[in-house]
């Protein structure tokens, strides 16, 4: 499709644009070795400073860093979606009287960093970091989740729901038997990689001192001594860009694969993992 | 309730300093997307790996990490700044600006081929057919994701508390430590006047949106 | 696809396994690092009170921050270390409770009070200043130390000596913390507000702020890890930050008992002995006990 914009680069083209590529390549590599060249003289690669990466309790605390992560993002993940589809549910309800209470409700959590939910619920519930951490990211991707399934159940053809009223369903079973399945089938794609948010979302428990990857790393750097914290912080970096990349992969993997069963199709992978796209917000029939 | 009107000061200092780091990393982020976008669907390969990198990088790193790296690493490589919003606006406009790029160029995916091919076939070359033809109906298409993602960009801000920057999240922080028997006061305070700067985006994403869905 | 499937299988794998290896250190306990006091063998006490109960418990939950270096931090082994945590051992070991049977948790300073009401923890021990707002909340025994804010500047720094030295320059310390309320109200520093105190060090280093402010015994354990960059500006400290030990409020035979507790440590050497194996290390001058305030 991008090749539609501009023409097969002829011989001149390909020549100018090769250079460019190596020009640019060049630059970049030049900025990367100045980068490190600085790191260096600051003694950031002397080996002692590399060399508590050898050390087991280092690599334990930070497995546990990760284990911590993981765990609150699954849980608030595992909590969070089928609060999505309830919420889902109540917001394109018939009923004004449900649905505009929802709406509202949905639009507060939207509206709102998620930082400020842990904060909220760790100070004024009085809770472990690790609730609020919880609690926080449970708060915000419901209404998210909601969203992204809202969005696949108005993309579905407007047949399905009528086949499924024509056959004698009543309106709540047609949601629940034919339109919901379809429409996370659908969506499949933004759900995974909301995933991807919910787990860079965990880091935001540094600020409220639950013990996952990142505070983790300052702790042990606080420990060590601040001269550790530069090895110590690039590993961590480098884990959360692995994990994150692998489940955005999954979301591109569920998008490519495709699905036969569903009268849509399967939707992309949203473009903006970081707030989903949605259609119309024209309140549903 | 009492505490929220006591601090109205601090509210509305820290609502000025989160409207401030929100405007101009959203600027420089749509500027910065923008040519991402571009350079992610240019001829020129080189262009093409150095978006895809940045923006698979960026878009997969927590935006602590961005903070983290702005406000702690730069400083070590020489880049000093005597002010602390400069890091936070370096992080969240890096940040910001890889999901501008992907909202974009999706924005570009969907303009119809035949776009695209009549522009190519008058005679347009490829900088003439982006910026005459293609971005300006991309732009349509992508304006409300682009809202969406600057509403997340306000709510981002609330990291830079952390790192040094005193805006609407630090004040809440401050001021909830200062008033411990009305925590939850302050708190629904500081939540107030995010929606107050979130809820309107929000409107003003459906509002396009349905203006632009009749109009194509 | 079928090397994406392996890669998939294998992230999880190494997810499970990293689960499994927070799970069982979360779960293994190992021998305090620094002192076991001598624990009371079978103590009585009288029925119905807190001490009887956690006496018979054989277990007590203490509240401890885990990022106050020489206090309250959190070491490699998952498990904390510093004075504080001493005079946790020393409480528990007069009820007959072994160091190894303490379940320690990290209280940050906004849920120290939440975790007391609510009966999370027994007690906390948590660089806790007792003042009045607090003791609406939550009783106070001890103090056990009188810590003091101080400012802490770089080591070729000459500008800064009293806190009035500050006016109108760039300090940092936590965001909401009472050091930054003090340094911000009383002395108009422009206040640069962090998420922990080690990550002012860095602003401090690049000079982008003129000092860092806190109590001066966390400050003493950064310049003990740095003493070529890092000085106090001053050893006079410009508040007093009495330290008490936090619990339910109103249950004053425990208070009572944890005071005793508290003059009998100051009496048989226990209480230095925990100051040398700690915050020793740096502040050589061990303190007296403060005189206990019973109220």
């Given amino acids: ?285 | ?216 | 696809m079928k090397a994406f499937m392996t890669r998939r299988k294998s992230f999880f794998v190494a997810a499970t396994a990293a689960l499994a290896l927070s799970l069982s250190a979360c779960g293994g306990t190992t021998p305090g690092t620094t002192s076991d006091p001598t624990v009371a063998d079978k103590p009585t006490f009288a029925a119905g009170t807190t001490m009887a109960k956690l006496s018979a418990a054989g277990t007590i939950k203490i509240g401890t921050k885990y990022d106050q270096p020489l206090f309250g931090q959190v070491g490699l082994d998952g498990k904390p270390v510093g004075f504080d945590v001493e005079m946790g051992k020393l409480i528990a070991a007069k009820l007959g409770i072994a160091a190894d049977k303490i379940e320690w948790s990290e209280t940050v300073s906004a849920n120290r009070e939440p975790f007391i009401e609510q009966g999370k923890v027994d007690i906390v021990i948590a660089t806790y200043t007792i003042n009045d707002k607090r003791k609406q909340v939550v009783s106070f025994a001890g103090p056990y130390y009188e810590a003091g804010q101080a400012l802490m500047v770089n080591k070729d720094n000459t500008s800064i000596t009293k806190p009035e030295d500050v006016a109108g320059k760039k300090v940092c310390s936590v965001t909401g913390s009472t050091p930054a309320a003090t340094i911000v109200d009383k002395y108009k520093a422009e206040l640069v507000p962090a998420a922990t105190y080690s990550a002012c060090l860095e602003p401090l280093r690049n000079k982008q702020v003129e000092a860092i402010t806190t109590d001066n015994v966390i400050l003493a354990g950064f310049v003990d890890k740095e003493p070529d960059a890092f000085k106090l500006a001053s050893d006079q400290t410009f508040t007093k930050e009495p330290y008490g030990i936090g619990l339910k409020k109103d249950d004053t035979e425990f208070r009572n008992w944890i005071n005793d507790q508290l003059e009998a440590f100051g009496k048989d050497g226990s209480y230095k002995k925990a100051w040398e194996a700690t915050a020793g290390s740096v502040i050589k001058t061990a303190p007296e006990l403060p005189a206990i305030k019973r109220y």
């Fill in chain 1, 1 to 285: 499709m991008t090749s539609v914009l501009y023409d097969v680069p002829g011989p001149k083209a390909r020549r100018v644009s090769l250079i460019g590529s190596v020009v640019g390549t060049v630059l970049i590599l030049g900025l990367l070795a100045w980068i490190g060249m600085t790191l260096a003289q600051q003694g950031i690669f002397e080996g002692r400073r590399w060399a508590i990466f050898t050390r087991g309790d280092v690599w334990t605390l930070l497995a546990n860093g990760l284990g911590a992560t993981l765990t609150a993002a699954a849980l608030a993940a595992v909590i969070a979606f089928p609060l999505g589809l309830m919420f889902c549910l109540l917001r394109i309800s018939l009923v004004a009287w449900i649905r505009i209470p929802a709406r509202v409700v949905l639009e507060f959590l939207r509206g709102m960093p998620v930082v400020l939910m842990m904060l909220f619920v760790l100070l004024v519930f009085g809770t472990s970091s690790f609730v609020a951490v919880v609690a926080g990211l449970v708060l915000y991707n419901t209404a998210i989740f909601a969203e992204i399934i809202r969005a696949g159940i108005q993309s579905l053809p407007k047949g399905q729901r009528e086949a499924g009223l024509t056959i004698g369903l009543t309106s709540f079973q047609s949601r629940m038997l034919i339109e919901l399945p379809q429409a996370v089938r659908r969506m499949m794609p933004s759900l995974v990689a909301q995933l991807v948010v919910l787990l860079k979302d965990t880091s935001l428990g540094y600020i409220v001192a639950y013990g996952e990857l990142l505070r983790a790393v300052q702790v042990m750097a606080d420990f060590l001594g601040n001269a550790f914290l530069f090895p110590i912080f690039f590993v961590a970096a480098a884990i959360y860009i692995v994990i994150n990349i692998c489940v955005s992969r999954l979301a591109i993997w569920i998008e490519r694969r495709g699905s036969t069963k569903t009268a849509g199709g399967v939707a992309k992978a949203p473009t903006a993992v970081v707030a989903p796209e949605l259609p119309d917000v024209r309140e549903s029939k």
């Fill in chain 2, 1 to 216: 309730m009492e505490v929220i009107i006591e601090n109205l000061p601090l509210y509305w200092e820290g609502l000025l300093r989160t409207l401030f780091l929100s405007v101009v990393s959203g600027i420089i982020a749509l500027i910065l997307g923008t040519l991402l976008a571009a350079a992610r669907v240019s001829p020129v390969a080189a262009l093409r790996g150095f978006s895809t990198v940045y923006v698979e990088i960026l878009r997969n790193t927590p935006l602590t990490i961005a903070f983290f790296f702005a406000a702690i690493v730069l400083p070590r490589l020489g880049v000093t700044f005597q002010q602390f919003e400069v890091a936070a606006i370096i992080a969240l406009s890096a940040y910001t600006a890889a999901f501008i790029a992907e909202a974009v160029r999706s924005g570009v995916n969907s303009v119809p081929l035949g776009q695209a091919e009549a522009a190519r076939s008058i005679g347009m070359n490829f900088g003439q057919v982006l910026n005459l033809i293609i971005l300006p109906q991309a732009l349509r298409t992508v304006i409300p994701p682009l809202i969406n993602i600057l509403i997340a960009l306000v709510k981002n801000s609330s990291v830079a508390g952390a790192f040094f920057v005193l805006e609407l999240f630090g004040y809440g922080r401050q001021m909830a430590n200062a008033n411990g028997d009305q925590v939850m006061a302050v708190l629904l305070g500081v939540a107030f006047f995010y929606l107050l700067l979130t809820i309107p985006l929000g409107i003003l994403a459906s509002t396009v949106e349905r203006k632009v869905a009749i109009a194509r």
